[in-house]
């Protein structure tokens, strides 16, 4: 995103922002909405346009002055580029007629007071949850714009918005007190936010693949796992959307703990409430016995949580590109074409991974005690040990509980390795306990999204081998994979997937 915050700093730098500056705004954004030809950058998530709106008004603060009237300028820059931001990324959600109650006088005097109460801050104060305005009145902002009676009509969507920085220039210090204006430009900027919340609704994306991510017969599976790289739009970024404390590294039949704190040491918990593929994740953790030989039961709720997951990845960019490499590979499935249609597909996905299956054994007595969603994504123990276990989310969540001991990571095993490892790195290898049960050797991506995991593994599963050899470019380092398939049941359902860190070089 440090090509959006340079152009708000040129913006920002003479508080006015030319034609040529909104021209070139609204491309940024709106190639943010799209998959661009040869991009390495996936489009945008819902909270990431929270953030181009809120790093907007950050930067404005850099440029705040003595003069009264120059901060009013600024705060119209700062306008304007809102304006773009929500012409590009966003629709309104709002009716033709709005509320029989709905008046402009109310709503400037909810305005008012939500200016007139807040306070000057220091710019590093983070304590408030709503800085610099009060939650009763940010509530009460809210309920007149979501109100039956009280809801904007659609005409008055831009008069609002424009009256929230209108208004809350009249607040401006005449003393230019840097630390009151830092305050009145976050007030502004969460003003704005209820609007948008209430008011607008998220632009759909255009997930088309271009030519350079369209996948043809000539594509190898390195290429294609490349190319989910970079098309995972719903990827964490470490160091802000999580972080992580590797501390020392061991070799795998070391039985010291070679570290005493948690491998996750933040993860912000909203991504599991504005994510929809990480919500609907999250919901089917908790629908698995972990030990073998234990009958799983699913309930018609959790065969419908399985439903909701297969829909939401199945709207991103990431499992579009995987049906169309299964398909361009000419793969089959129990010894039929694979369905082109996106409900077919869906039917496929949900019989690898959810149908159940006896890894236990035990013949005619044999229980339905397993799937390939539980084994690769929420981990198993089968004759005193971790089987499986191979996703990120479940691990920081079973850490969280205190149910997982992390235990110190394993470098990769090749001499060729240059690259350290270090806190923002995607892969690692791990060892741990999970209640007790020990994981002597377990290697996970760290911070990627649920669907590209399930992504990778299901090309694995249909259009690759039992060993696939993978050359990563995670953005300045590379690693060199093995992704494993193992097939179960005749062939029909996953068995296990996972990769191996065999290299890790700058």
Known sequence: MTAIESLYREIFADRTIAPEESSSLLSHFQSLQQ???????????????VWLRASAFRIACEYLQEER???????????????????SCLLPNLEEGGGDEFSKERAEELLCSLYETQG??????????????????????????????????????????SA?????????????DRGKNVALFRSVNVVVHIIENACMKIKPLNLELPTSHTPTLDTD????????WYLDSNRLQPNVDYSIDVQRSKHPCDKDDAAHDP??????????????????FRALLDNYSACTGEEEELSEQELLENKVFLDAVMETAVMKYCHQYCLVKNATYNGSPLPESKSGFKHVLNSIWFELYSRSG?????KMDSSG?????????????????????????????GNVDYRGYIKPRSRESTAETNDDDPVLTLQFSWNGVEKFVGTSFIGVSPEFELALYTMAFLAGEDDNAVTLDTGGESFDLNVKCHKYDGGSKVGSCYVEALSHYD
């Open 263 to 280: 491998l996750f040491t933040h993860l912000n918990p909203q991504v599991f409430s504005t994510r929809p593929t990480f919500k609907a």
């Open 120 to 161: 000057g801050q220091d710019d590093d104060d983070e304590e408030e949850e709503i800085p610099g305005v009060s939650k009763a009145e940010a509530a009460a902002l809210t309920e007149f714009l979501m109100n039956e009676s009280t809801r904007p009509p659609l005409d008055c969507l831009v008069w609002l918005r």
């Open 221 to 228: 599976f390195s290429t294609a796992v490349q190319t989910l």
């Open 373 to 401: 969603f539980e084994h690769v994504f929420v981990g198993e123990v089968k004759n005193g040990q971790i089987s499986g276990f191979h996703n990120w989310i479940q691990f920081y969540l079973e850490e969280k509980a």
């Open 164 to 176: 929230a920085f209108r208004l809350g220039s009249q607040y401006l210090d005449e003393e230019g």
């Open 69 to 87: 009237e120059e901060n009013v300028n600024l705060l119209k820059a700062v306008n304007a580029v809102v304006h773009c931001l929500e012409t």
């Open 362 to 366: 035990g013949g005619r007595r044999s």
């Open 35 to 49: 998959i661009s030809d040869n991009s390495t950058t996936p489009p945008i998530t819902p909270d990431q346009i």
